[in-house]
């Protein structure tokens, strides 16, 4: 199953509006992942201060069809506060 694919005009411009956004007073804003295929890229850009990763599914795409193959990847490394 194919999963979303992220804008590249967005993706090639992405450092330029993220400091955008924090001279406009923007300290911090979400970057979501939808697929197992570009959490890397949430990773990467979450580098950057003012960036939270999310790291999820999306459900009409992804969690019907591979439920199972994800739970391990998305908590493999991930400390849980108890």
């Not at 850009?45 to 992804?62: D, I, K, R, S």
Request: proline residues 7%; glycine residues 6%.
């Amino acid at each position: 199953m194919s999963s979303i694919i992220p804008d590249q005009r967005i993706h090639a411009i992405a450092p330029q509006l993220i400091h955008a956004a924090f001279d406009s007073g923007v300290l911090r804003f979400a970057v979501n992942g939808v697929s197992k295929n570009d959490w890397h890229v949430v990773k990467e850009m979450a580098e950057h201060p003012c960036l939270v990763p999310n790291f999820g599914l999306h459900p009409w795409l992804e969690i019907s069809y591979s439920l199972m193959r994800w739970i391990g990847p998305l908590f493999s490394g991930m400390q849980l506060n108890t």
